[in-house]
Nanobody, 129 residues
Framework: QVQVAESGGGVMQVGGSLRLSCSAS????????MGWFRQAPGKEREFVAA????????YYANDIKGRFTISRDNGKNTVHLQMNSLRHEDTVVYYC??????????????????????WGQGTQVTVAS
């Protein structure tokens, strides 16, 4: 049974920073590609960032590129999403996803929901004035 769990959400002011963390257990974390998505009420879940099992390749959505950074620590079975320069529109629920091992990530498939096998429950990020 694979379990994916996010942490680190909360309230931050515009321009501030938050770091989300995600742990995955139940299979070899180091073999998994990991990703972050987000979803606003009434909208589709959208891709944010992804990282390959080795950490050698990362992918970002255009609207967060340069502000968010994805990283992983395979020794701690954890992936992080460092979010800087937060904006009001970043106020959504963030979901962590894992693919074991999944297809080789490409610029196309990273944003496709079927690429990802397991999902966390989500963590709320609220950016306030």
């Amino acid at each position: 049974q694979v379990q994916v769990a996010e942490s680190g959400g909360g309230v931050m002011q515009v321009g501030g920073s938050l770091r989300l963390s995600c742990s995955a257990s139940g299979r070899t974390f180091a073999s998994a590609s990991m990703g972050w998505f987000r979803q606003a009420p009434g909208k589709e879940r959208e891709f944010v960032a992804a990282i390959t099992w080795s950490g050698s390749d990362t992918y970002y959505a255009n609207d967060i590129k340069g502000r968010f950074t994805i990283s992983r620590d395979n020794g701690k079975n954890t992936v992080h999403l460092q979010m800087n320069s937060l904006r009001h529109e970043d106020t959504v629920v963030y979901y962590c996803a894992a693919a074991f091992p999944g297809p080789a990530l490409t610029d196309y498939n990273v944003g496709q929901i079927p690429t990802w096998d397991y999902w966390g429950q989500g963590t709320q990020v609220t950016v306030a004035s």
